[in-house]
């Protein structure tokens, strides 16, 4: 089983928020087992260790932690490039590319945290914080593909003149979305020429795509709170959908457009679910 989770379900296990010692200790024995493996998206590690509020001794804590449970070694790229390359590969090959972050950034970033730790928190690698920062900035170019993707969106579901299932809305909306990432991308008659249907089989984009719908939707037809588009754990999103096969987040709302979204073969569990069904002890593994 591979379960990506995002920054506040990491935040949870560390404050012990709705789990236990003993819940993160069968965790650990899980992954230890090899029956659980946890990828680490870039942007939880930046979130983390861009967050100047926290001291360095609970920065070094919250590292020490995270990194305990997910695998530097398997570290998703920013949000923004991980879509981008998917749909650039898409043009010239039909398949997407490799979801993992390059071994410049991944020597980068893991030689900084070795360092940052050695010295309690307190000395932070250029080279780290670069590429830390170029992940942080990535994720202002993804929330403006998203609102540009759900203002097209929310145009099309007013222009209807009757309500209309999710998956019907889907169908009207998913390609011309379609269509914004791959021209921010640069290839979008490429990708018009493969075929745009295939471009929408790309678990990153389906589920950048998803859940942008999704939002828009609940907004439109079932009175949603129009802020819901600019969370920052909609970053999440795509790069659990391309690196597992669990995405986790105690983002109730976040869930509730996900478990309606067209990622059938990625579920979606709250913490204190995944803790459960993660167990050693538990008949789900």
Not at 114 to 123: H, P, Q, R, T, V
Not at 141 to 161: D, K, T
Request: net charge negative; charged share 25%.
């Amino acid at each position: 089983m591979i379960a990506y989770l995002d920054t506040n379900a990491f935040d949870n296990l560390y404050k012990k928020s709705g789990c236990t010692s003993a819940d993160i200790a069968q965790l650990r024995k899980a992954i230890y087992g090899r029956g659980l493996a946890i990828p680490i998206g870039i942007h939880v590690l930046e979130e983390i260790l861009l967050n100047r509020r926290a001291s360095p001794q609970e920065l070094v804590a919250r590292l020490k932690l995270t990194l305990s449970l997910a695998s530097i070694r398997r570290m998703v790229k920013p949000c923004d490039q991980l879509i981008a390359d998917d749909i650039r590969s898409y043009a010239a090959t039909v398949q997407p590319d490799r979801p993992l972050v390059s071994a410049q950034i991944q020597n980068a970033i893991t030689q900084g945290i070795a360092e940052l730790i050695e010295s309690d928190g307190e000395e932070f690698s250029e080279e780290m914080v670069e590429a830390l920062e170029l992940a942080r900035q990535g994720k202002e170019r993804f929330l403006q593909v998203m609102r540009a993707a759900q203002e097209q969106a929310a145009g099309l579901a007013e222009a209807r003149s009757s309500w209309l299932s999710f998956e019907d809305f889907f169908q009207l909306a998913a390609v011309p979305t379609a269509d914004i990432f791959a021209q921010r991308a640069g290839v979008l008659e490429p990708c018009r020429a493969r075929g745009r249907d295939g471009l929408l089989k790309v678990r990153s984009v389906r589920a950048a795509i998803g859940v942008a719908l999704s939002l828009i939707y609940g907004q439109t037809f079932e009175g949603w709170a129009s802020h819901l588009g600019d969370s920052s754990d909609l970053l999440h999103v795509p790069s659990a959908a391309a690196s597992a096969e669990i995405f986790v987040t105690d983002d109730a709302r976040l869930r509730q457009a996900l478990q309606r979204g067209p990622l059938d073969e990625m579920r979606v569990l709250g913490l204190k679910e995944f803790l459960a069904e993660s167990s050693p002890d538990s008949d789900a593994t």
